[in-house]
């Protein structure tokens, strides 16, 4: 444990530079290319890899009168590819886009006036995978189509799955209502449309979606008349089913006079914040004010002003959360750079705690810049996007500015450390009962050398086992930008211990522990997952499998066979195949469409290996084992030469290896139809064969075995930043 005195000089220092905003990470930039007419309306979005999704409607641009239109900015701010129209459907306007991601993909929705659902208007939406590319055709949102649908908001778990809410005219019979849709990752619909708001009378508007990682979501909007006083701001909670837990509540606790533009934002705890603008609450004009909620949905603390600097309006306002609950919100300000209007924004502490002042996120103050959407990443780096009048030299144009810049270190080769090392003198994985060195890697996208210090506490995990920091303080030295630095770097890291208890807690034992970055002026927040060994009663310290097998237990892909064992030695069937590499492929929690009429004899819809083997056939990895009728053989065992198929085509399925020239193996002639799969294997890295210049083809891959070959044909980690 290093000195109270080191401790409490880092803490003062922290504190003290709670006066500062967080640093800005380059310069404000120009988001759209196509400057006639007006670019307005952003959305925004940070994606898990700290690049940025933004979308915005865009006068003229797709020859008709708005569109939706799109842009990826990655981890430098730098764009990444064109700007892209979403919809595919040009007539008349599409407009008001909103915007999600998922760990490997995003979403965009938007409203289409022009007669697109055969009446006024309707929300439609389109996928893009990880590359930011369209993925299937535009689809239609909203099932009821007369009348109006418009103003979406969309908000998507970490697996892909998302809800769309948006605000319907007379579809419930009295005024605008708040409906709302869920799909899964692959769009397909996982309900049918639903309405959110339970009171009925008069008008339910402008709804604001928010959810955590793990498919909770609340939605919150404007209602007129239902708190006794024009419009105030209720919301409602729900599972990842979409179960409503509890009943819709009122936000606000000031009710006179108007309260509308509602914005939320989610923790992956379930915790969430509201904010609103509200007319004469702060002595001039309408002002900024929010509402904490604790996971179970009651209120943390009292409402609470937002802005500071209150002369003329404070509206517009947009909130975003990281997934630790630190929040910021961002908002138009009048006058308060010295010209029309000003994006104003302020950083909060989980609870509500403030840090520091409110400060200016436009550098340009000429004209008006407003309608601001900020974007928080998972450890709390910003991004703000608003419209600025006159600046691209047109009408309005879409400007951002991106604060912190700080990261986990990206998984990739040229990465002079892993993003997060642990017992890295040892065996590389952290058993209950020792103290293990632990040490993560940060890189700096800020644009400038950054400085930073850290500091570890929170450390938790299941029941039965002490957690002790036993070195809680860690310093990174000056970091250039476009570097990264592990805290080896200045030879100050944390150290950690975990108790052995007489019994295991849980066969997936995992533990976790916050790390928080000074100066304040970054601030981010990262909470790391330690997964504890010694899992396996027959898969020893010993064994050179040891650490794949735990790797496979850590990110999901199996828990073993039974009595708490892996049965190492046991051979890897065909059914048991397709379940680990789309799982490793995918990530945990992945799941097929289920199956209904089967597609091989041998593979009954009730088989729970069914939905993996079908989803296989989909994707051209697996045709199956003989024909008249379709067989898939599930039982049978996986042999090498088979494996490689399995690995490439899950991984590439665009990968077509060219025939073999030279023969790889004595045991592998160029005849073999296998050849240039394996081939191809040992060109990655993935094996080196079974000694002596051998393959072994036909040999059956056991468990074990199976464990090093997921692992490294799909880079899984045991610890990282995920």
């Known amino acids: 444990m290093k000195s109270r005195v080191v401790i409490f000089s880092l803490l003062v220092s922290a504190l003290a530079?709670?006066?500062?905003?967080?640093?800005?990470?380059?310069?404000?930039?120009?988001?759209?290319?196509?400057?006639t007419g007006s670019q307005t309306a952003a959305a925004a979005a940070a994606r898990r890899d700290g690049s940025w999704m933004v979308a915005w409607e865009s006068e003229g641009e797709d020859g008709s009168s708005t569109a939706a239109m799109a842009r990826h900015f990655d981890r430098l701010g730098v764009a990444h590819g064109a700007v892209f129209t979403c919809n595919t459907y040009t007539t008349g306007a599409q407009g008001a886009p909103a915007v999600s991601t998922s760990a490997k993909a995003a979403v965009v929705a938007w409203h289409s006036r022009g007669g697109q659902d055969g009446d006024g208007s309707g929300v439609y939406g389109q996928r893009l995978d990880s590359t930011h590319e369209t993925v299937g055709a535009e689809f239609r949102v909203n099932t009821f189509t007369l009348n109006y649908q418009y103003a979406p908001s969309i908000a998507a778990s970490g697996l892909g799955n998302f809800v769309v809410a948006w605000e319907s005219y007379n579809e419930e019979g009295s005024n605008y209502g708040v409906i709302a849709r869920r799909f899964d990752a692959l769009g397909n619909?996982?309900?049918?449309?639903?309405?959110?708001?339970?009171?009925?009378?008069?008008?339910?508007?402008?709804?604001?979606?928010?959810?955590?990682?793990?498919?909770?979501?609340?939605?919150?909007?404007?209602?007129?008349?239902?708190?006794?006083?024009?419009?105030?701001?209720?919301?409602?909670?729900?599972?990842?089913?979409?179960?409503?837990?509890g009943a819709e509540f009122r936000v606000n606790t000031y009710t006179p006079n108007d309260q509308q533009g509602a914005s939320a934002a989610m923790a992956d705890d379930h915790s969430f914040v509201v904010v609103w603008q509200s007319a004469d609450q702060d002595g001039s004009g309408t002002g900024i004010f929010g509402q904490l909620y604790n996971p179970n949905g009651t209120p943390n603390g009292p409402e609470f002003a937002v802005n500071t600097f209150t002369t003329g309006d404070q509206s517009e306002p947009s909130v975003g959360m990281d997934a630790e609950g630190d929040f910021a919100v961002a908002w138009r300000s009048q006058g308060q750079d010295g010209d029309a209007g000003a994006v104003t924004v302020r950083r909060f502490?989980?609870?509500?705690?403030?840090?520091?002042?409110?400060?200016?996120?436009?550098?340009?103050?000429?004209?008006?810049?407003g309608l601001p959407a900020l974007a928080a990443d998972r450890v709390g780096n910003l991004a703000v996007?608003?419209?600025?009048?006159?600046?691209?030299?047109?009408?309005?144009?879409?400007?951002?500015?991106?604060?912190?810049?700080?990261?986990?270190?990206?998984?990739?080769?040229?990465?002079?450390?892993?993003?997060?090392?642990?017992?890295?003198?040892?065996?590389?994985?952290?058993?209950?009962?020792?103290?293990?060195?632990?040490?993560?890697?940060?890189?700096?996208?800020?644009?400038?050398?950054?400085?930073?210090?850290?500091?570890?506490?929170?450390?938790?995990?299941?029941?039965?086992?002490?957690?002790?920091?036993?070195?809680?303080?860690?310093?990174?030295?000056?970091?250039?930008a476009e570097e990264v630095?592990?805290?080896?770097?200045?030879?100050?890291?944390?150290?950690?211990?975990?108790?052995?208890?007489?019994?295991?807690?849980?066969?997936?034992?995992?533990?976790?522990?916050?790390?928080?970055?000074?100066?304040?002026?970054?601030?981010?927040?990262?909470?790391?997952?330690?997964?504890?060994?010694?899992?396996?009663?027959?898969?020893?310290?010993?064994?050179?499998?040891?650490?794949?097998?735990?790797?496979?237990?850590?990110?999901?892909?199996?828990?073993?066979?039974?009595?708490?064992?892996?049965?190492?030695?046991?051979?890897?069937?065909?059914?048991?195949?397709?379940?680990?590499?789309?799982?490793?492929?995918?990530?945990?929690?992945?799941?097929?469409?289920?199956?209904?009429?089967?597609?091989?004899?041998?593979?009954?819809?009730?088989?729970?290996?069914?939905?993996?083997?079908?989803?296989?056939?989909?994707?051209?990895?697996a045709g199956g084992c003989g024909t008249n009728p379709l067989r898939y053989c599930p039982s049978s065992d996986v042999t090498r030469e088979q494996m490689s198929v399995f690995l490439l085509r899950t991984l590439d399925p665009t990968l077509n290896p060219v025939a073999c020239t030279t023969q790889p193996y004595e045991d592998v002639p160029i005849t073999n139809p296998f050849c240039r799969w394996i081939t191809e294997l040992v060109a990655r890295g993935i094996t080196s064969g079974c000694g002596d210049g051998r393959y072994c083809p036909t040999a059956v891959v056991t468990r074990e075995q199976m464990s090093v070959f997921l692992t490294v044909t799909f880079g899984l980690l045991l610890y990282s930043g995920a």
């Open 189 to 245: 619909a996982l309900s049918g449309e639903f309405r959110v708001n339970t009171y009925t009378t008069a008008a339910q508007v402008y709804p604001s979606v928010a959810g955590s990682v793990d498919g909770h979501f609340v939605v919150a909007w404007a209602s007129n008349n239902q708190d006794g006083a024009r419009y105030g701001i209720f919301a409602q909670r729900y599972d990842p089913s979409g179960v409503k837990l």
């Open 17 to 35: 530079s709670l006066a500062t905003a967080q640093s800005r990470a380059g310069g404000e930039f120009r988001v759209n290319a196509y400057t």
């Open 485 to 621: 630095h592990s805290c080896t770097f200045s030879g100050n890291c944390y150290s950690l211990t975990v108790t052995a208890p007489p019994t295991r807690p849980v066969l997936h034992w995992d533990s976790t522990v916050l790390e928080t970055l000074a100066p304040a002026n970054q601030g981010q927040a990262k909470r790391w997952t330690l997964h504890l060994g010694d899992s396996f009663g027959d898969v020893p310290r010993t064994s050179p499998y040891y650490r794949f097998v735990e790797t496979m237990l850590h990110v999901q892909i199996t828990n073993g066979c039974p009595g708490n064992n892996y049965c190492p030695t046991g051979p890897t069937t065909r059914e048991a195949m397709a379940v680990f590499v789309l799982l490793a492929k995918e990530g945990p929690g992945y799941a097929p469409p289920t199956c209904t009429t089967p597609i091989f004899a041998d593979v009954p819809a009730a088989s729970p290996y069914c939905r993996y083997i079908e989803e296989l056939y989909r994707r051209g990895v």
């Open 385 to 480: 996007f608003w419209t600025s009048a006159g600046q691209d030299g047109s009408s309005d144009g879409v400007y951002g500015q991106r604060f912190g810049g700080l990261l986990p270190a990206p998984v990739i080769p040229t990465n002079p450390f892993p993003t997060l090392a642990v017992d890295p003198t040892g065996n590389s994985v952290f058993e209950p009962g020792e103290t293990v060195a632990v040490q993560p890697a940060w890189e700096n996208v800020s644009g400038a050398a950054e400085s930073a210090t850290g500091l570890m506490t929170d450390f938790k995990g299941p029941a039965g086992a002490s957690y002790i920091i036993a070195d809680d303080t860690g310093a990174y030295g000056i970091i250039p």
């Open 349 to 369: 502490l989980k609870g509500g705690v403030v840090r520091g002042q409110e400060f200016r996120g436009n550098t340009t103050v000429a004209g008006d810049q």
